[in-house]
Structures are given as structure tokens and as C-alpha cells.
């Protein structure tokens, strides 16, 4: 039924919630808070120190609360002192910042070297030019000689 090269809807049709079910629930969900609540405040005037393991065992459940799990990966921020900065220590500088460097160190090397007529291309440069020059005497002479 599909025309060539259409493709089919994949997944699911979103569905959205109307307002009024979205209060509903909340208000329920308040309904059960403050009921609970009333029941806590009886049983808390006798077990003070449950509750409080009970919240303890709610921030970590699972695992959690057994192993300290700290990220290898997660780098965290330590800000230093002003006066702990060492501002006479040299700075490393990034990958880029060094090739960056070495590009215009060669860049300069080479244009002097060229300038002196010791790399390939001045020597080519150098013949061309050598080889204009006596095109251009001969050109020279051959016109002094007809006038």
C-alpha cells in the first residue's frame, strides 16, 4: 500500500496526558502524604531512631549503601589559592599550541634558507631567472643592432 521509498511510521504514537488527570493524581498522591504523615507522628513519638535509619536506607538503596562508588573518570575542580599559584613555573603547552610553534619555527627556517638560495626551489627560481635575464640581453642586442 506504501508508495515506493516511503517508509512506514516507526514507533509508538506519542500520547499526552490531559491537565485535570494530572491534577487528580497529584491531589491523591497528597491525600496519601498527609494520611501517612498523621500515621507517622504516633509511631515517631516511639521509635525516633527507626525513622531515621528509615531515611538513611531510602537516600541509598541497594548497592549504594554497601560499596562507595566514586567515578574513575570524574575529574573534579580543585580551585587553588591565588597564593598558591606558581606563576613563575612554565606552563605545559597543548598539542596544538606546540605544533603551532614548530609550523612557524620551520616556516622560518626554510624562508631563510631560501632567501640564502640553498633550498630546491630558489635554485630553480635562481636558473628561471638566469635564463629571463638572457632572453631579455639578446632581445636587447637584436633591437640595438636593427635600430
Avoid: C, W
Amino acid at each position: 500500500l506504501n508508495p515506493a521509498g516511503k517508509k512506514g511510521h516507526k514507533g509508538r504514537g506519542k500520547q499526552f496526558s490531559n491537565p485535570e488527570e494530572i491534577d487528580r493524581q497529584m491531589r491523591l498522591q497528597r491525600e496519601k502524604e498527609e494520611s501517612g504523615g498523621a500515621e507517622k507522628e504516633s509511631s515517631e513519638s516511639e521509635e525516633e531512631s527507626s525513622s531515621e535509619d528509615e531515611s538513611e536506607s531510602r537516600k541509598r538503596s541497594g548497592v549504594e549503601g554497601l560499596i562507595e562508588i566514586e567515578n574513575p573518570n570524574r575529574v573534579s575542580q580543585k580551585s587553588k589559592k591565588v597564593t598558591e599559584v606558581d606563576v613563575s613555573a612554565p606552563r605545559e603547552l597543548s598539542r596544538r599550541e606546540r605544533e603551532e610553534i614548530e609550523k612557524q619555527k620551520s616556516a622560518e627556517r626554510y624562508r631563510k634558507l631560501h632567501m640564502e638560495g640553498k633550498t630546491e626551489q630558489a635554485r630553480a627560481d635562481l636558473a628561471r631567472l638566469a635564463i629571463i635575464k638572457k632572453q631579455r640581453e639578446e632581445a636587447a642586442k637584436k633591437r640595438g643592432a636593427v635600430l
